[in-house]
């Protein structure tokens, strides 16, 4: 009984790991993606360095050129908004860039 339990603890969490996301809502209602890059493919470039605030929430879908982005810049609530912006051709970048 108590291994099964075990078990049963033990796979509840990692599901939640699996499906879990670095994203939080702000107080102000915001969805917020934490300070990561990832390679993405983006337009024709295969393996473009994608920063999490400029995909969409949950998934490794690009934002466009110009949309919006926010990121956590510390613990303590700190915020980063800005727009998404391809940085450079020959590195392939999309990153949040302020106005």
Do not use: I
């Amino acid at each position: 009984m108590q291994l099964t339990t075990a078990f049963s603890v033990l796979a509840t969490a990692l599901s939640f790991a699996g499906s879990s996301s670095a994203w939080a809502q702000a107080a102000d209602g915001t969805w917020v993606a934490n300070n990561n890059w990832y390679y993405l493919p983006y337009k024709n470039y295969p393996r473009t360095s994608v920063h999490e605030s400029c995909t969409y929430r949950n998934t490794n879908n690009v934002h466009n050129d110009g949309d919006m982005c926010a990121y956590w810049t510390n613990s303590n609530g700190g915020k980063f908004v800005g727009k998404c912006k391809f940085l450079d051709l020959k590195d392939a970048q999309v990153s949040g860039v302020g106005d």
